[in-house]
Nanobody, 127 residues
């Protein structure tokens, strides 16, 4: 059974750090991309950071560059997102998503490209 298990959310003050983990399992073949999305209240889901598996290229949305670090463990097929210098605008539910069809080729941060999603983990940044 295909599933994604996420962990690591929580509440921190501005300037704090968190690490998110994502463990996809049950996939019979490799997939095309793994990406972290987030959704704040009353806002659309947005791509934060992801990797295209074929070339191991990592992408970041502009607002997190220099603060977030994406890492994929190829052996265990897990991904982590280290988030530093967190700000209130980083608050939201963070989702790990997998593209098994290749549709992320048209844009790694297109949510419609991903067909397998985790349950989400809450990140709250507040003083």
């Amino acid at each position: 059974q295909v599933q994604i298990v996420e962990s690591g959310g929580g509440s921190v003050q501005p300037g704090g750090s968190l690490r998110l983990s994502c463990a996809p399992s049950g996939f019979s073949k490799d997939y095309y991309a793994v990406t972290w999305f987030r959704q704040a209240p009353a806002k659309e889901r947005e791509g934060v950071s992801g990797i295209t598996i074929a070339d191991a290229r990592i992408y970041y949305t502009d607002s997190v560059k220099g603060r977030f670090t994406f890492f994929r463990d190829k052996v265990n097929r897990t991904v982590t997102l280290d988030m530093n210098n967190l700000q209130p605008e980083d608050t939201g539910v963070y989702y790990c998503a997998v593209d098994t069809q290749g549709n992320s080729w048209y844009g790694i941060f297109r949510a419609q490209a991903y067909d397998i999603w985790g349950q989400g983990t809450q990140v709250t940044v507040s003083s």
